[in-house]
Structures are given as structure tokens and as C-alpha cells.
């Protein structure tokens, strides 16, 4: 696995961006956008995996790169599960529902790819140089 040198390269974290679109996208449907409790969650979930990424990495430390990818993780799961209800609510389309359900879980499977790879890692961060 390569070196990054910036949050932006990461996989992980361009997939959770193209996620961060789609749900924004969604939560434009009109009613959808009227569960305002749903969407400010659903936002913020989604917004959380992206973000977590970001700060992990600007940590400077394979440490604490992890705890924060584990979130993101965690924030992806998040989303899966409000899905279902954006789903079962009738906000959203069954293909709707695939589409950014597949892409979340994309993205808990590369975070968890990138955890497992920085717990073998030697390379340790900035931060333990």
C-alpha cells in the first residue's frame, strides 16, 4: 500500500465523499426533506465517516489514524442502518437504497482494509519520528 500524503488521496475518504453527495442528493427528495430529524442524523453520519478520515490522518500518528478510522467505520455502519429507514419510510427507491448502501459498506470495507494495513504496518506517522 502506498504512502499518503494527504487526507484527499485516501480511498476511503473519496468514497466516503462521493457518499456525503448522494445522501445530500436524497435528502433533497421532498419527503425526505421533511423528516427533519432523519436527515440531520443521516447527514451527520455520513458527514462523521468522511471527516474522521481527515482528522485521523492529520493526526500525524498511526495510533490515532486507526481510533479515528474505526469511527468512520462505525459512521458508515450508521448510515447503512438509516438507510433501511429512509428505505422503509418510503423516502427512497429500492435502487436508491442499493446504490448508497453499497457505497457505504464500501466504505467501513476500506476503512477496515487501511486499519488492518496500518496495524502491520512499520511505518508509524510523523508523529513517532
Known amino acids: 500500500m502506498a504512502t499518503f500524503n494527504s487526507f484527499e488521496e485516501v480511498i476511503a475518504w473519496q468514497k466516503a465523499r462521493e457518499l456525503c453527495k448522494l445522501i445530500?442528493?436524497?435528502t433533497l427528495k421532498d419527503k425526505f426533506s421533511k423528516?427533519?430529524?432523519l436527515v440531520s442524523?443521516?447527514?451527520?453520519?455520513s458527514g462523521s465517516s468522511m471527516d474522521n478520515i481527515s482528522e485521523g490522518f492529520e493526526r500525524g500518528g498511526n495510533k490515532e489514524f486507526?481510533?479515528?478510522l474505526y469511527i468512520s467505520k462505525g459512521?458508515?455502519?450508521e448510515v447503512r442502518s438509516q438507510l433501511y429507514r429512509a428505505l422503509d419510510n418510503g423516502y427512497i427507491s429500492k435502487e436508491e437504497?442499493?446504490?448508497?448502501f453499497n457505497l457505504a459498506a464500501e466504505v467501513g470495507?476500506?476503512?477496515a482494509g487501511l486499519i488492518n494495513h496500518l496495524k502491520s504496518s512499520k511505518i508509524k506517522g510523523d508523529k513517532y519520528k
Open 75 to 77: 459512521s458508515a455502519g
Open 35 to 37: 423528516d427533519f430529524k
Open 97 to 100: 437504497f442499493n446504490k448508497a
Open 24 to 26: 445530500h442528493v436524497y
Open 109 to 111: 470495507k476500506l476503512d
Open 66 to 68: 486507526i481510533q479515528f
Open 41 to 45: 442524523q443521516i447527514k451527520s453520519s
